[in-house]
């Protein structure tokens, strides 16, 4: 199984229709339009990213689906969410999904860095519901890939509580981090 579907499975534990969730950025669609399905007609999905081509693909995807009512499209780095988010969403957000590096067959100069992902974290964190989860998929690949990968892991460790557990799964190119509660309480 690849990592962005084992990703979409543990997600799907923690979503139910209604629920808020981030998509951080926002890339071609993929985790948005699964993000809008899991929330369904009454959830909302607000989605980052500072290229319009990443947005634009993403509306595409999101009207191809039938899912555009249930998303907000925001033209903004993910280090901005807390201020960019809509009033009375915090504390709110049941899922925040990141999926780092560039965009596939965009620019490939234009990345994620831990400069803004490690400030997105913990706003990510402190926007969660109590049964909230934090899912990262960091490719190592690229220039920057590998330390931005590592200084996600540490600031995962620094976020995670006695309620909120860091895993860590590693294949040969992406790692997968996940910060979310234990499902046996």
Not at 55 to 79: F, I, N, P, S
Not at 86 to 101: C, D, E, M
Not at 127 to 132: F, K, R, S, Y
Request: proline fraction near 5%; hydrophobic fraction near 40%.
């Amino acid at each position: 199984m690849r990592l962005t579907q084992l990703a979409h499975s543990i997600l799907d534990q923690y979503l139910q229709p209604g629920n808020l969730a981030i998509d951080a950025t926002a890339g071609n669609g993929h985790d948005c339009c699964f993000l809008a399905r899991q929330v369904g007609p009454t959830g909302r999905v607000f989605v980052f990213d500072i290229q319009r081509q990443a947005l634009e693909r993403t509306a595409q995807q999101l009207q191809e689906q039938g899912l555009a009512a249930q998303v907000q499209l925001l033209h903004h780095g993910h280090q901005q969410m807390r201020d960019k988010l809509p009033t009375g969403t915090q504390g709110k957000i049941r899922a925040a999904v990141f999926n780092l590096g560039y965009l596939p067959h965009g620019d490939k100069n234009t990345i994620t860095t831990s400069l803004t992902t490690l400030p997105a974290l913990q706003q990510a964190k402190e926007l969660l519901c109590p049964l909230g989860i934090i899912s990262v998929l960091a490719y190592r690949g690229h220039p920057g890939g590998r330390d931005e990968a590592a200084a996600v892991e540490l600031q995962l460790q620094k976020l995670a509580t006695d309620k909120l557990q860091l895993s860590r799964i590693e294949s040969s190119g992406p790692v997968l981090f996940v910060l979310a509660p234990d499902r046996h309480d």
